[in-house]
């Protein structure tokens, strides 16, 4: 059973500082890994999809990498800024259905 | 970006009342919508899979005359919370699938 797990739990930072947010699953045999942003009391935005047979997918200041065989994906933000302060998910998608294994998520906090 | 509805956004409810969440794709058609819960501070939690014209696809202990899932047509899943008790206060959000999975902005659900 596949188990997704995100640390830190939460993350303080003041603003400008470049920050990882790491991901690791259990079952490296994914169909693609997923980083989600959630504000509160709201759904998610979808923020980069890497496939499996992708390392790395970029989309502004995010960078989310992919490693299947150690179980690991991290994304990172640069320069950090206070509109970044959500929770953040990552997920795991097992086949092509899009069912999606969710981990617990990391608070972040970017301080003016 | 694809647009995924919900309404409510959010209901309160007596104990005992049943209550009904509409999950509507607004620009494209969805064979396969999911039904998702979240708990304040933790993951989501895929409860089910609904499927155009046919039964949702129920995870483990996901209680299937609990949480009756209707997707009726290809815009449109409903999640019925029946008899509904203080523990099924939750937040409840639906994901629709096209080419990727678009989320819808989530249900506060309160039952007094």
């Known amino acids: 059973k596949q188990e997704v797990t995100q640390i830190p739990a939460a993350l303080s930072v003041p603003e400008g500082e470049n920050l990882v947010l790491n991901c690791s699953f259990t079952?490296?045999?994914?169909?693609?890994l997923q980083w989600f942003r959630q504000d509160p009391g709201k759904g998610l935005t979808s923020l980069l999809l890497?496939?499996?047979?992708?390392r790395e997918q970029t989309s502004g200041r995010l960078n989310a990498s992919l490693d299947k065989s150690s179980g690991r994906s991290t994304l990172y933000i640069a320069a950090s800024q206070p509109g970044d302060s959500a929770t953040y998910l990552c997920?795991?998608?097992?086949?092509?259905?899009?069912?999606?294994?969710f981990g617990s998520g990391t608070r972040l906090l970017v301080r003016p | 970006g694809a647009v995924v509805s919900q309404h409510p956004s959010r209901v309160i409810c007596k104990s005992g009342t049943s209550v009904k969440i509409e999950c509507r794709s607004l620009d494209f058609q969805a064979t396969t919508m999911f039904w998702y819960r979240q708990f304040p501070k933790k993951s989501l939690m895929l409860m089910a899979t609904s499927n155009e014209g046919s039964k949702a696809t129920y995870e483990q202990g996901v209680e299937k005359d609990k949480f009756l899932i209707n997707h009726a047509s290809l815009t449109l899943s409903t999640l019925t919370v029946t008899s509904a008790h203080p523990e099924d206060s939750s937040f409840y959000i639906c994901s629709a699938k096209s080419n990727e999975q678009f989320f819808g902005p989530g249900t506060r659900l309160t039952v007094l």
């Open positions: 997920a795991a998608g097992m086949d092509s259905s899009y069912k999606l294994i």
């Open positions: 890497i496939q499996s047979s992708q």
């Open positions: 079952d490296s045999a994914i169909y693609n």
